[in-house]
């Protein structure tokens, strides 16, 4: 029902910005509730943001401040822009989507890497 692709990871020195991109397709996007994940060598998947609508955010605490999630209807893309990155911050990103926030996060794309260097 939903597909979705990530882009935007890369290499990066510690201190810098990215701005990491998942394009949406398959339901109408305004619909979803979104997020971002990551996975760091040998840990499990861990929340990292989410936005409803074009108003309420979550951030894990370690990102706070830092990273800004954010969604283009028009294109169907969401964004995480991620700043003053660290190396903690390496690790494989995921977008996710769910139909409403009473069912789990049902939908994921295949991840992009980002890797902060020292």
């Known amino acids: 029902q939903v597909q979705l692709v990530e882009s935007g990871g890369g290499l990066v020195q510690a201190g810098g910005s990215l701005r990491l991109s998942c394009a949406a397709s398959?339901?109408?996007?305004?619909?979803?509730?979104l997020a971002w994940f990551r996975q760091a060598p040998g840990k499990e998947r861990e929340f990292v943001a989410t936005?409803?609508?074009?108003?309420?955010?979550q951030y894990a605490i370690s990102v706070k401040g830092r990273f800004t999630i954010s969604k283009d209807n028009a294109r169907n893309t969401l964004y995480l822009q991620m700043n003053s990155l660290k190396p903690e911050d390496t690790g494989v990103y995921y977008c996710?989507?769910?139909?409403?926030?009473?069912?789990?996060?049902?939908?994921w794309g295949q991840g992009t890497q980002v890797t902060v260097s020292s």
């Open positions: 996710a989507a769910r139909r409403d926030i009473l069912y789990e996060w049902e939908y």
């Open positions: 936005s409803w609508g074009g108003g309420p955010t």
């Open positions: 398959g339901r109408t996007f305004s619909s979803l509730g």
